[in-house]
């Protein structure tokens, strides 16, 4: 099993930053992949960012040039750097893993990010 804990959420102005970090551990040998997810009240949850264990990245639309998504091998650990914050940046974010091929998710508990404006 993996098990992942984020941390680094908190109140920020517009056009501020944050960093989130992701912290794995159990069968790390056996991620695929690591993302963000945000879920905003009344809406779905949504991809924000993901990194594969080979280092590729992909980003949502909203947040393609604000946001950069890494990782710390050695400290099984991802970030979120996130930049230039916008209040409809507010969510809940969901750090998630994936692994055994994929066929199996892993969250964590979600840590508050609130953009004022």
């Known amino acids: 099993q993996v098990q992942v804990v984020e941390s680094g959420g908190g109140l920020v102005q517009a056009g501020g930053s944050l960093r989130l970090s992701c912290a794995a551990s159990g069968s790390i040998f056996s991620i695929n992949d690591m993302g963000w997810y945000r879920q905003a009240p009344g809406k779905q949850r949504e991809l924000v960012a993901r990194?594969?264990?080979?280092?590729?990245?992909n980003y949502s639309d909203s947040v393609k040039g604000r946001f950069t998504i890494s990782r710390n091998n050695a400290k099984n650990t991802v970030y979120l750097q996130m930049n230039s914050l916008k209040p409809e940046d507010t969510a809940v974010y969901y750090c998630n893993a994936r692994y055994i091929s994929y066929a199996i998710n892993s969250w964590g508990q979600g840590t508050q990010v609130t953009v004022s404006s």
């Open positions: 990194i594969t264990s080979g280092g590729t990245t």
